[in-house]
């Protein structure tokens, strides 16, 4: 059964104490792996697509990796306005599968 | 700007009486899906349509059901809500399922079931 497990499920950061968010997966067939990005009652905001392991993506203060079995989302120096859940998703055939996210507190 | 727009933002409905939830969009995109998320839970994806071709998840319940009149509307119908349907409702948007075109989520409407 395709499935993607994030973890922690929940972080707590001070203002500029840098850390990692995990993605691991195990989705057949799989195509890409997404990033997004969403704030309480509001829908998912994407952030970055990676196609084949080794593949690094940033902007701002996020980086995303790939290998063949997860995905890191590196979170450098950040801010209390990067507060929110982040989603990843294996996208296979036509749909993505998301994982429950991990919920991320940055305390000024 | 173009935008995944979806109505209401909020909907309480009292159980077993049928609701319709609305998704538009203005990107002219072909594919448009339905997500229900639970709180703190991954989105999970009920139906989509590629045009006019409906494909339905094979979990999704027979209590919901999708309309899409033209390009730009798809509908929600919950047949007769149970307390167990009160989530996030996600709909969203994409040029192509491909894995190259990026799905693009409206702000969702939450769904409270009395």
């Known amino acids: 059964e395709d499935q993607v497990t994030q973890s922690p499920e929940a972080l707590r950061l001070q203002e500029g104490e840098s850390s990692s968010l995990n993605c691991s997966y195990t989705?057949?067939?799989?195509?890409?792996l997404f990033w997004y990005r969403q704030d309480p009652g509001k829908g998912p905001e994407f952030l970055f697509t990676l196609y084949s392991a080794g593949e690094e993506k940033e902007k701002e203060r996020l980086k995303a990796t790939l290998t063949k079995k997860e995905s890191f989302l590196h979170i450098t120096a950040p801010k209390p306005e990067d507060s929110a859940t982040y989603l990843c998703a294996g996208h296979s055939s036509y749909k993505l599968i998301f994982g429950s996210g991990t919920r991320l507190l940055v305390r000024p | 700007d173009a935008m995944v727009i979806q109505n209401p933002r909020y909907q309480v409905t009292q159980f077993g009486k049928p609701v319709t939830l609305s998704c538009s969009q203005t990107?002219?995109?072909?594919?448009m899906y339905w997500y229900q998320q639970k709180s703190s839970q991954a989105p999970k994806l009920l139906f989509h349509y590629y045009d006019k071709d409906f494909n339905n998840e094979a979990d999704t319940p027979d209590n919901f059901q999708s309309r899409r009149p033209n390009t730009s509307f798809c509908f929600l119908d919950i047949r007769s809500p149970g307390l167990g349907d009160a989530a996030m409702y996600l709909c969203a948007t994409s040029r192509d399922k491909t894995v190259q075109e990026t799905q693009y989520f409206g702000p969702g409407t939450r769904l409270l079931v009395l």
């Open positions: 990107l002219n995109h072909n594919v």
């Open positions: 989705v057949s067939g799989l195509r890409g």
